[in-house]
């Protein structure tokens, strides 16, 4: 039958002494031996050669004891916060003390990467009971904890590693010590820095390796005035070539080496290129060799967008049309002409008078009698001469007229002068009920009667539409 000793006795069965400091509150001390006696251990009233100094941590009580009584020559005399006697008590086992060397404890520093909290203050108790102090500067301290996921951590590690008897460890590696019962930092492996080790020998080239890279060049580059022998791309395809089995001879040597090759031995690694090249007789530009590409195919050209002639940008530019119409929309459209001054010039109208063939200029020599001129003191033409009608009306006194008549007679006599362009106009503005000027504005821009009156029909259309809605 196996008999479980207690926790506080060592291994000839004697117990463990333990002081406690004197200014921990009775109702503590008190607790501190009735636990301790439960678990084997006994409570001394002076400090023990070997055993345990339960202490408040952060009082000067503790800082005294710790400068009066810890000693190198006493490495059996542990100082531990009070709660050890409870830790121990969960664990089921005494806590070894694994964070002390030469008697005194490992000074570690807790790194603020180690954001969480309670994580910390669990962590600093766990390192006090195993003999360590957590309380160090990152510069004093032997072992710096920080969380291995953060990016400081490996900050960390590449400053201090260089450092001798100067630790990088994960805030996890306490707990593995703890549970080891040793104290084992996380070793270091060799990393091969490259190059070759002392009394390593190079592969050496044969003739077959030189035979091989000359075939390579001279099927890749068969003249050398092309150039490109010496460049890095040429015989870093020669190395993608590895997996074919023809090509198995590759993997003797890296790209680099097998360029260096040709460079140090360009001259007579040339002449064996060329008597391959001799035999071959390879063509330039033949499919394969280096530096040669497939032609693009050649695409068709794009006609170019004929440009708007001005009349007709000018006219976009002066008539626009804001807004849309919708059966669902509430927006009304607005239609905008473009304010800016019109260049003075003869109206389009005007010219299209004088250009119409009814009234052509009189060329030379073709005078007429009906239309002669009176000269001088000589009788009228005949064409200036009343009838005798019109004088003897004139003669007669004038009744007043209506201010009807007068309109009208007004009016028969405004139509009778008006051409037929500016008629044709005064009929869309009153057809579309639109001002003369704003048609004729329009039409004098883009000089088209048919053009004039689809616009102001459309304009017209949206405008009822508008009402309807």
């Known amino acids: 039958m196996h008999i479980v ?29 009735e636990v301790v006696a439960s678990l084997g251990g006994r409570v001394e009233a002076k400090v023990p050669r070997q055993g345990y100094v339960l202490v408040q941590p952060g009082t000067a009580e503790e800082e005294r004891l710790r400068l009066c009584w810890m000693a190198q020559d006493r490495p059996q005399r542990h ?15 005494q806590l070894k003390q694994i964070f002390v060397e030469n008697g005194l404890p490992v000074k570690m520093h807790i790194h603020p990467s180690i954001a969480n909290i309670n994580a910390r203050t669990t962590l600093s ?34 400053t201090y590693q260089s450092i001798p008897d100067k630790h990088v460890e994960s805030y996890l590696w306490v ?42 060049i001279a099927a890749k580059i068969p003249y050398k005035q092309t150039g490109g022998r010496t460049g890095n791309r040429l015989y870093q395809q020669l190395c993608e070539m590895i997996a074919d089995p023809e090509y198995a001879w590759v993997s003797r040597h890296t790209w680099q080496s097998w360029r260096e090759r040709y460079k140090k031995n360009a001259m007579r690694l040339d002449a064996m290129i060329a008597q391959i090249v001799d035999q071959k007789k390879p063509v330039p530009g033949e499919q394969g060799q280096y530096g ?47 304010a800016s001054p019109v260049k003075s010039g003869p109206s389009t109208s005007r010219a299209l008078v004088r250009s119409s063939p009814a009234e052509e200029e009189l060329e030379d020599g073709e005078d007429s009698e009906e239309w002669a001129v009176r000269i001088g003191n000589e009788p009228p033409p005949k064409w ?16 007043r007229m209506k201010s009807s008549d007068a309109d ?32 004729k504005e329009f039409y004098d821009q883009c000089g088209e009667m048919e ?6 029909h459309k304009m017209r259309q949206i405008l009822s539409s508008i009402g309807e809605s």
């Open 408 to 439: 009208s007679i007004e009016g028969t006599s405004l139509d009778s002068g008006v051409h037929l362009i500016d008629r044709t106009l005064q009929e869309i503005a009153t057809e579309y009920r639109f001002t003369l000027e704003e048609v």
């Open 292 to 338: 040669y590409v497939r032609q693009d195919e050649e695409k068709n050209k794009r006609p170019r967008k004929k440009r708007p002639k001005p009349a007709e940008q000018n006219l976009h530019k002066q008539e626009m049309i804001i807004g849309g119409i919708s059966a669902d929309s509430a927006e009304v459209p607005v239609i905008v002409f473009d």
């Open 384 to 399: 200036g001469k009343r009838p005798a009608s019109e004088e003897s009306e004139a003669q007669k006194p004038r009744k």
């Open 79 to 93: 100082f531990v916060p009070y709660t050890y006697v409870e830790a121990c008590k969960i664990a089921g086992m």
């Open 125 to 158: 108790q766990r390192i006090m009971h195993s003999g360590g102090d957590p309380t160090s500067s990152p510069q004093s301290a032997k072992i710096i904890l920080a969380d291995p996921n953060t990016e400081v951590f490996q900050h960390l590690v590449k």
């Open 175 to 216: 707990k593995k010590c703890v549970e080891k019962g040793s104290l084992v930092y996380t070793p270091l492996i060799y990393k091969n820095p490259g190059g070759r080790r002392p009394g390593e020998e190079r592969t050496p080239f044969t003739e077959d390796d030189e035979r091989h890279l000359c075939e390579w």
């Open 451 to 456: 053009r004039t009156k689809i616009r102001f």
């Open 5 to 33: 000793m207690p926790i506080f006795q060592d291994a000839n069965g004697l117990a463990i002494k333990f002081f406690i400091q004197k200014d921990i509150a009775q109702e503590i001390q008190a607790e501190l031996c």
